[in-house]
């Protein structure tokens, strides 16, 4: 039997997991926060449903599991419940999910830098002060990347996101990614190509619609429309979780860092990556397929 790692943390803890009877259908969307989790989210409802209308209201129809603001209990009996087919969200490294033979696992990445980036912007975002120990909003001592470079891939570093815990989440999803069931997306790739990777999710999920239905799809996922409908398209939109539904979607731009780290930064961020990761493995993470474009 595969032993799963723990990640517990002051929002997550993995062994929620324990109470979710996996279905041989089921879809889960794992990924570091702020890599395109929600996207891919969105992606899954509208295949599913072929509704570019659809309410997706992710945070009730696609839990998060591992978070544990909602007692598990009712995570657990809503989603039994569910006759129709089901997707679930996790933040957990693959190695710390159950990890079923005939369910399918979409695992999103995004450069590292432009995550960290993105996260800044979130935790201004959401009620949530703990979040202010690593992510100061005065920080004229560049504290939250020291943090960022410095912190571990479980425990409470986990859910302030360090670049270890990112570093985990690659490690873990490319030791499966084998499997017919294991699929790895980027979210620069995403950028480029959002009809090419519906039709990859469509073509992993088994569905199928017409060309003007997919095409409905694909509009209805763009960024801008997202953003112009945050209060359908945010976790949690529309009931006031976040100070702005809208500032979810902040910019959805990469390259988030230039001109905002010192030398002294980059350089440090470089060898962090260089000692964990092949420079092919850094070139994906960090780009995606377009790795050899991105850094020319």
Same mark, same amino acid.
């Given at each position: 039997m595969r032993t799963r790692k723990l990640y517990l943390g002051p929002l997550t803890?993995?062994?929620?997991?324990d109470m979710v009877t996996i279905r041989p259908d089921d879809v889960f969307v794992v990924s570091p926060p702020k890599c395109g989790t929600t996207w891919m989210?969105?992606?899954?409802?509208?295949?599913?449903?072929?509704?570019?209308?659809?309410?997706?209201?992710?945070?009730?129809?696609?839990?998060?599991?591992?978070?544990?603001?909602?007692?598990?209990?009712?995570v657990a009996e809503r989603l039994e419940a569910m006759t129709h087919r089901r997707s679930m969200k996790s933040h957990t490294p693959m190695d710390g999910l159950p990890l079923d033979n005939s369910a399918m696992y979409l695992c999103v990445f995004r450069h590292p830098l432009d995550a960290?980036?993105?996260?800044?912007?979130?935790?201004?975002?959401?009620?949530?002060s703990w979040f202010d120990i690593w992510y100061p909003e005065d920080d004229p001592?560049?504290?939250?990347?020291?943090?960022?470079l410095d912190g571990g891939a479980e425990g409470f570093d986990g859910d302030a996101m360090p670049l270890a815990h990112i570093l985990r989440h690659y490690t873990a999803a490319k030791a499966v990614a084998d499997r017919p069931n294991v699929a790895l997306f980027h979210y620069a790739d995403m950028k480029r190509d959002l009809a090419g990777t519906f039709a990859k999710?469509?073509?992993?999920?088994?569905?199928?619609?017409?060309?003007?239905?997919?095409?409905?799809?694909?509009?209805a996922a763009t960024f801008d429309n997202m953003k112009q409908n945050a209060d359908r398209y945010a976790p $949690? @939109?529309?009931? #006031?979780?976040?100070?702005?539904?809208?500032?979810?979607?902040? $910019? @959805?731009?990469? #390259?988030?860092?230039?001109?905002?780290l010192t030398g002294a930064e980059l350089a440090a961020h470089d060898a962090m990556m260089d000692a964990h990761l092949s420079p092919?493995?850094?070139?994906?993470?960090?780009?995606?397929?377009?790795s050899e474009n991105a850094r020319a």
């Open positions: 803890d993995n062994r929620r997991w989210q969105t992606i899954v409802a509208l295949l599913l449903s072929g509704d570019p209308d659809i309410e997706t209201e992710l945070s009730v129809k696609m839990p998060w599991v591992d978070i544990r603001v909602r007692e598990m209990a009712e960290h980036f993105s996260y800044r912007t979130h935790v201004r975002n959401i009620p949530m001592d560049g504290v939250t990347f020291r943090r960022f999710v469509a073509d992993l999920l088994g569905i199928s619609h017409s060309a003007a239905v997919m095409e409905r799809l694909v509009q $949690s @939109g529309g009931k #006031g979780f976040m100070k702005s539904d809208s500032d979810f979607f902040h $910019s @959805g731009t990469n #390259g988030k860092w230039h001109g905002k092919e493995d850094r070139a994906w993470l960090e780009f995606g397929s377009d």
